[in-house]
């Protein structure tokens, strides 16, 4: 089993003005290759973790450390390197309507540079992986919601990061395509790579009994094996 830690939030806070405490005193760490679900109620703080961790945010104390480097010393210049290692899927998505399944995946690919034949390679891998071979050029409005969910896991995992995160990815999904997608986050979780779901969906977290960090008002209120 890997013991190695890639994640740790130390003592971590985040207050906004109004004195409004999304986080409080939050600490955690996470080792290298854990599957691993953050849930807890809207307002809890999970979307706030995410919003740290890629360093769109700054803790107002604490510490954030991803492979022993301290997040919130990252030089600006090197934060797009930096990001490169989390693969992230927004609860919106974000996938960009007026390009195609495969172009919104070879997009990841055109921002760090990779020849046409590597991107094609890259695309042609993950659109089976994801189960989208035969959708690759449909636009995002002619996918179902597990389709577009699917599409923007490829277009995450494009730059094959260390990290993948996903946002409620089960979110206004009947149970089937939402077991669907789940299983789709194991296999990524088989190839090594750490697995970061937040989630409000109790049935699938029960079902995968793995670590499961629950939240609630900002703390951490609880950590480890089991069910929501």
Known sequence: MPTESIISFDRVSKKYKGEIIALDDVSFSVNSGEFFFVVGPSGAGKSTLIRLLIRQEFPTLGKIVFEEIDVTKIPRQMLAIYRQQLGVVFQDLKLIPSKTVRENIEFALDIIGKKKHEKK??????????GLSER???????????????????RALAND???FIADEPTGNLDQDT????????????????????????KQIVDHMKTRVIKMKEGKVVSDGNGGY
Do not use: C
């Not at 690759?136 to 490829?154: C, H, M, N, V, W």
């Not at 939402?178 to 969906?201: E, F, P, Q």
């Open 121 to 130: 390679e890259t695309a042609d891998y993950l659109l089976e992986v994801v």
């Open 136 to 154: 690759s050029d449909l636009f995002p409005e002619q996918l179902s919601g597990g389709e577009k969910q699917r599409t923007a896991i490829a």
């Open 161 to 163: 990061p260390k990290v």
């Open 178 to 201: 939402a077991a669907g997608i789940v299983d789709l986050l194991k296999t990524v979780n088989s190839w090594g790579t750490t697995v970061m779901v937040i989630t409000h969906d």
